[in-house]
């Protein structure tokens, strides 16, 4: 059975896609998930489907309702969740990931650059690996899921 | 592995088959299940399998053992549940099992008409959304599983 | 320790504080615990104290919010519930409740009378006595309490 | 019994205190706790209790550490969890512990201004409160607890 | 804080007795809870509560109803549950009991003569200990309790 | 996928044979799964594999021991849950694994004759369904996983 | 609320008396707990209590019974499980207390000397903190329940 | 579906082989699982992947953390797990793992030989079987899912 990996947090780099095209390289059985990493979709969502509002603040309320349809579903149902925390935004839905996960007692793996770990140290203590580059992340998951460096 | 959505509610209307059809024309990779939703084979299975009785209460007490070794199954097995209040009926049974999907942490989606809106206000806020025509609940799923709007 | 007992559904009877008379009389070492009775009040909160909305969706939204802030965790800290549907409105909420504490396992007790025992089978089968005056519930408390007819 | 209320998030404001002070007034039977605010504590606890490190990461993390041990404890014991989000520093830990609530199903209230709302659309969708004002959450308490207004 | 002891099964002889006055004698900080051991009220509860039954498997499944209310409660809150097997009737409900002790994870002690050693392998293979005679229990909660032979 | 169903309890007749053989002629997707049905098998298995023992209470406990590493595992993965009581034996691990099935909220059905009734009704009160015959076992399952009667 | 700490492993040297003496000068408001501490009455119990056995094997095994109603209690009520691994006999059992407090989520901290670092790595990898004397305990309790340095 | 059967502890020795090879042979659906038992590989692990470390600790720190991805995931999963103590080392991980399982629920098997008993009593008494050969375990696999000595 494929290990289920979710990738959570950042979606302005190509990050994603690094570890994906890692993990297809070094042929490993896994499946990732995501949040939808379309901003403009993602944030439209909500209105689109259910209906207009007037006020900012219920359309992004409705809009997160969908989003988490798919992701509190996805978190669920992950064997391990990856956070990646970049330089832009305040990214605070990457950090609420990261609590369920570790409320779940899911293993989390984070992926940030140094000059945020005293920042993120609470986040990082209840990591089981803290990475800097998407390329580790994919040594991680081999060695996790095949058991070799 | 295809999403298990779980459709509870109304048995009257043919809601159930629009959002079925919707999905099956988006090509969504989904599972539906749902109570029997024949509201004569749901009313009388206890007494037909079982035995019959003198009296109704305990018929209906019965049935409902007999119906919950289906549905209680079904929405501890579901991805998300969409509870359907049309305007027929009491329905509580309905709002029984959205009580249960959320004490369960199951994302739920509601579907009912605006004239509902005030009673069902506990309801929908334990809900990640609030739909008003089958074709919503098939455009939120495609969102939830497939990404795009 | 006092038993914490729950008492959900219907506000427009006397039916909670005829329970409470009887159990004060009855010397039971029971807390009663309920939503907010005072339906103007539990309407209203949300604006109330978050701030006026344009829209009854939203009005609702915020208020059932609060009100569940309250609900949630009582019925989570509840030893027993019992659930009281009467005749007016639609009631889902006090069925929305049930389905919570059957989801809990928390042991379930309803009062309602005999025409509404068919719309209710589901959640009759779930519960573990079905009682027609609040009286009975005074009953069943010392039994499960005190041990004594 | 009183009521359990974890204040998470920001230290750098008097938001605590305004809520136990209002909280005090109104007389409510609350016990608040909270990580410690000492943000110097706080940042070298690990260090001075279990010795120097020569790297900040490892400093870091053993401070987290130690401070993980109050927190999660409290944290788990909580009837309610109040997340304050301020205009200082990225606050990670705040939305980790706005996470960790949601997971756990602990009623979740965030207090943030509105300039945050559209970066804090996720917590705040799994919120059962937005609120502004440290007085709002005094009120939100007060008819939570005391049921009035 | 006072150990609570649930005693489980036979009725019909004094072993709860003896087990209560070996506790008092040593001085043991602990709560003893059962269910109804008044073999006529336990019968009768259902139909003397909720009104007469013309069958006797509904009396006895109104009266079963109303015992498990008080017998859930009891055994979830349970830290030891101790179980006594005798030598008349069938006891089917002590060894239910002790299914749902075991599957709840709370240390379960069995109290039984040795005839009964081999249709009970089961059960005793999921206890702690197993005892013969109710002076043990209390050597056995003296030693958990306070940790002296 | 294919329903789960544990037949648990009696071992000396062919009411598992029925319900296969009624399944299969149903055309139904269910997958039996029960206990080591060779009664010598089930008592020698613990010293056959696992070495002698010179005394009756310790060879039971350790073949118990090695049964239970199959039991406990079908039953956390059952969906379903059906135990039968008949009239050889004391089959107190019968009721055992009801009791398993009761607090891991796992539908349960229980088959027996109506001279056990009144013994088993802690049972039967906590079962969804009582039936008499494996042909009822049969119809409720038709009815649970393909919805007609 | 006293914090209720377990202190589990090592019973060869003075450890927990040298963490109740610095607690209680400190006048932390806590309560530990731990296994039985007397060697002799801990190998002994199950014999003493509940007869006589000719194998070794089997008189370990009752005793380890007995004593887990004990510790399996505590661990379960406890707040924090503190391990300490000395120097004599293998100590598998105070691994084995953290490998559960780690399964059931309850903040661990171990103490032991440098020289079982590399043994223990993954014990220390689940633990919020590693100390090396009683007296961080103290200290690591002190800011937790107290929030001071 | 296979069965999933974890096997923790000893890496210096060919019993996982040995019960590999046994399973085969015996025609056993059952998939084996373990930590990577590469002893460099694994004590290497974290600096290879994510960067050196000047300290032992923190060497080993990151090697338990990239470790526990796997085994917390495999141990999860697991169906059954067997935990093998050997002669060399302490072994304190492969306790810790035995008491994740016990915590978990999840049905354990030890594997020693005889000298270790009295050490390992707590852990063995939270086992369902203790064995002294690979082979011992293959049979008891056998019997666990085909049902057959």
Known sequence: MPWDVYLAGEIHSDWRER????????GLDVVFTAPVTDHGASDDVGIAILGEESEGFWKDHKGAGVNAIRTQTLIRQADV???RFGD?????NAAFDAGQAAALGTPLITLHPPE???ALKEVDRAALAVAREPEQIVAILRYAIEGRL
Chains 1, 2, 3, 4, 5, 6, 7, 8 share one sequence.
């Open 19 to 26: 570890i994906a095209a890692g993990a297809k390289e070094a």
């Open 81 to 83: 969740v990856v956070v």
């Open 88 to 92: 832009k935004y305040k990214q605070w």
């Open 116 to 118: 945020h770990d005293h």
